[in-house]
């Protein structure tokens, strides 16, 4: 079992930006990468971010040059930096940890990107 317990969002300006963290608890050291997904209304939720326990990260190709996802270990949050933000950004954020056969998922963050 894994908790994810998620924390920032909220409402911002296009341009401006906004960081999501992501702490994790249970058992961690199951873990091969966290990442954050997000779903707009009356869409499928797709991935933002991913980073692996080595280090390797992915990007949408939507949020390159834009977000950046960070961890200093295996028991640190996980952080989404968002720059530059678009209202096409505008969704709900959820962290995600993936156990190779099991997912985990918090309880998602709304974030809102006026123009």
């Known amino acids: 079992q894994v908790q994810l317990v998620e924390s920032g969002g909220g409402l911002v300006q296009a341009g401006g930006s906004l960081r999501l963290s992501c702490a994790a608890s249970?058992?961690?050291?199951?873990?091969?990468?966290m990442g954050w997904y997000r779903q707009a209304p009356g869409k499928q939720r797709e991935l933002v971010a991913r980073?692996?326990?080595?280090?390797?990260?992915t990007y949408a190709d939507s949020v390159k040059g834009r977000f950046t996802i960070s961890r200093d270990n295996i028991k640190s949050p996980v952080v989404l930096q968002m720059n530059s933000l678009q209202p096409e950004d505008t969704a709900v954020y959820y962290c995600?940890?993936?156990?190779?056969?099991?997912?985990?998922w918090g309880q998602g963050t709304q974030v809102t990107v006026s123009s």
């Open positions: 995600n940890a993936d156990l190779w056969t099991k997912d985990y």
């Open positions: 249970g058992n961690i050291f199951s873990i091969r990468a």
């Open positions: 980073i692996f326990n080595d280090g390797r990260t």
